[in-house]
């Protein structure tokens, strides 16, 4: 079977779902049942212990196969990350997290500083640590040698819709990557996420691109089909691309084999 | 006198832009349907299908300005208190009924009755029952923001109410708010002292509404190159009948005021727009989805008001939306959005940007 590891658990479900956004608590559980998803990430902000109507964590473990994945995501510094982390393992009892450090809270581009120290603290206290950075090849690295059970870069900025315009550094990190690499962030289309997992991401995680689509449980279904179809086309292997034409009757026949 | 900044005189290629969206009657005069439009989708993209829900709650009326337009300037001779620290705690426990997890405290301009020391132990005693705590009140130095961050204080609304200096010296009739420009300052020092989040706004109705929103959008740009963590939201108070019965002189009606909001969403993407209870229902459930992304909810303008909401008292102004909490929710869900309460962690309180400390390495326990 095709199974990716995080730390010591195995996932067949390469979809990882993000839980914000959506019009309403069912909506969203809906959208994560079609997904199919395994892995789904929740925000500690949206954990509401005193108020059931507010609360994303309860409704989300209540469903059956799903492993939740808290995150530190309001955070803006590494202090506050670890804070956050300590809580939300108190309160889910998971051993992920997923360290999202964002100190300007327009844009929400992750801090590479505050996420590495944060990311080398947790590891150490014994937690999955799933970093969410830019597609920086040498911080993912960084991150790989504290102990993280994953890196996960971005296609583009958060909620921007503009897919996979950090490629070429995607190419770098999973080439190199001792650990599962899996985009975050950026991904607007099925297409999109078909086109990561054919570049040899162990998995994808969108929130976005379904809680925004005009049928967000019909989009989760439409991605969980695209993931697989991109990690079957990646396992397959695709021909290799050339500018010219190949002629399928070489050119240069006529020179025989001998030197 | 001190000059006006640079920054908010100069113009630029960013505020051009949002002229042209303001200018309803020019030749490149944009469709408020084509507006709308896109301000929908930028929304939709950035903030999705949820709305940010608080609730302020008056801490005093004691006040030293005279400001023209207030229910609460100093020479009305509406009857003044503060709420002491048992009232404080019984309205914060009946927001927290309500479902309330995210509170604005408001006072007046600084007096002896409700200055600094005053404000600091209230917004202590609110950091224990809510997630979030914000100040909307008079303006501080630099060490007394510090000082209310460290109480758990993330975030300050201050708005300009104009930026047209004239207009806002002959308005603002006597008092420690008379100061323009130490007024105008006031975001960059929150924010030096640690605020995580600013809200600006103009007054809707006091001076000439384009170049108000022009110099406000300025307001914005400028703080957020100059303090790059800042959370950066604008709100768009309109003026409501108040005690003293002012008369805005450059009254703002609903189709400028939505022109104005969809402008500012296109023109600052990922910035939160705020709509409070001054506005109408219909208004407000019309703008949800289209731009605006946090509202109050089952608002007082009174001080206190939750625990005893009977208690007739004229407020600061009059509020338009008096829908209860359950049935506003309701409205937004009809309308497809979340209404959320929490959406804050205690965890992320505490001064902005200061960096790892020593002692939350030292205190890593290895898991169990």
Redesign the interface.
């Known amino acids: 079977m095709d199974v990716y590891h995080l730390g010591p658990q195995a996932f067949s479900s390469r979809l990882i779902l993000g839980t914000?956004?959506?019009?309403?608590?069912s909506v969203m559980l809906e959208a994560v049942k079609a997904s199919g998803a395994e892995l789904v990430t929740v925000a500690?902000?949206?954990?509401?212990r005193?108020?059931a109507?507010?609360?994303l964590f309860g409704p989300l473990s209540a469903i059956k196969g799903i492993t939740l994945m808290p995150n530190t995501s309001?955070?803006?510094?590494?202090?506050?990350a670890?804070?956050?982390a300590r809580?939300a393992r108190e309160l889910s009892g998971s051993?992920f997290i997923k360290v999202e450090i964002h100190?300007?809270?327009?844009?929400?581009m992750p801090d590479p500083?505050?996420t590495y120290?944060?990311s080398r603290?947790l590891a150490?206290?014994?937690?999955l640590v799933m970093p969410y950075i830019a597609a920086d090849p040498v911080l993912a690295k960084r991150l790989e040698d504290v102990g993280c059970a994953s890196v996960m870069p971005l296609g583009s900025a958060i909620?921007?819709?503009q897919g996979l315009g950090t490629a070429d550094m995607l190419g770098i990190i999973i080439r190199e990557s001792g650990i599962p690499v899996i985009v975050d962030a950026g991904l607007r289309s099925p297409s999109e996420a078909a086109a990561a997992m054919e570049m040899g991401c162990a998995a994808v995680l969108v929130n976005?691109a379904v809680?925004?689509a005009g049928n967000p449980v019909e989009m989760a279904a439409a991605f969980a089909g695209a993931v697989i179809a991109g990690r079957k086309a990646f396992h397959a292997g695709l021909m290799p691309q050339s500018r010219t034409a190949v002629a399928t009757s070489p050119l240069t026949g006529f020179l025989g084999t001998n030197a | 006198m001190k000059a006006s900044p640079e920054w908010l005189t100069a113009g630029d290629r960013d505020s051009e832009a949002l002229a042209a969206m303001l200018a309803p009657c020019s030749a490149e005069a944009l469709e408020l349907e084509t507006l709308a439009a896109e301000s929908r989708a930028i929304t939709?993209?950035?903030?999705?299908?949820?709305m940010s829900l608080y609730a302020p709650l008056y801490l005093s009326n004691y006040c030293s300005s005279g400001c023209e337009y207030c229910g609460f300037a100093s020479d009305r001779t509406t009857l003044r208190r503060r709420l002491e620290p048992d009232e404080l705690d019984r309205e914060l426990l009946a927001m927290?009924r309500l479902?309330i997890?995210d509170v604005l405290l408001l006072t007046g301009e600084r007096t002896g009755q409700a200055g600094f020391d005053y404000l600091q132990r209230s917004v202590e005693r609110a950091a224990r029952h809510m997630?979030r705590v914000t100040v909307e009140t008079f303006p501080m130095s630099v060490a007394e923001y510090r000082a209310l961050a460290d109480c758990g204080c993330t975030g300050v609304t201050i708005y300009q109410e104009t930026y047209d200096r004239g207009r806002y010296e002959a308005i603002h009739r006597w008092g420690p708010k008379k100061d323009f420009v130490q007024r105008l300052e006031t975001p960059a020092r929150a924010l030096e002292g640690g605020m995580?989040?600013v809200g600006l706004g103009v007054l809707l109705g006091l001076a000439e509404p384009v170049a108000d929103a022009l110099s406000l959008y300025r307001h914005v740009r400028h703080l957020?190159r100059t303090w790059?963590?800042?959370?950066?939201s604008v709100s768009f108070p309109r003026i409501r009948p108040q005690t003293g019965g002012y008369q805005p002189p450059f009254p703002v009606g609903d189709r400028f005021l939505a022109r104005m909001i969809f402008a500012f969403r296109i023109a600052l993407p990922?910035?939160d727009l705020v709509l409070s209870t001054r506005e109408s229902a219909a208004f407000r459930d019309g703008m949800a989805g289209l731009a605006i992304t946090r509202m109050s909810i089952a608002s007082r303008t009174t001080v206190g008001g939750y625990d005893e909401p009977d208690r007739a008292e004229p407020g600061q102004f009059d509020i338009s939306d008096d829908r209860s909490a359950e049935a506003f929710c309701a409205a937004l869900?009809a309308r497809?959005?979340?209404?959320?309460?929490?959406?804050?962690?205690p965890?992320?309180n505490?001064p902005?940007?200061?960096?790892?400390?020593d002692d939350?390495?030292s205190e890593?326990?290895?898991?169990p």
């Open positions: 914000g956004k959506f019009s309403s608590a500690l902000r949206r954990f509401n005193e108020q109507g507010d609360d309001g955070a803006s510094t590494a202090a506050e670890v804070r956050a809580i051993p100190p300007n809270p327009q844009h929400l500083i505050e120290e944060a603290i150490k206290e014994g937690f909620g921007s819709g976005s809680a925004a | 939709l993209r950035r903030f999705g299908r949820t927290k479902g997890s997630q995580k989040t957020g790059w963590r800042a959370g950066l990922d910035v869900r497809n959005i979340e209404p959320v309460f929490k959406n804050w962690e965890a992320y505490g902005s940007g200061v960096s790892l400390q939350v390495v890593a326990h290895p898991c």
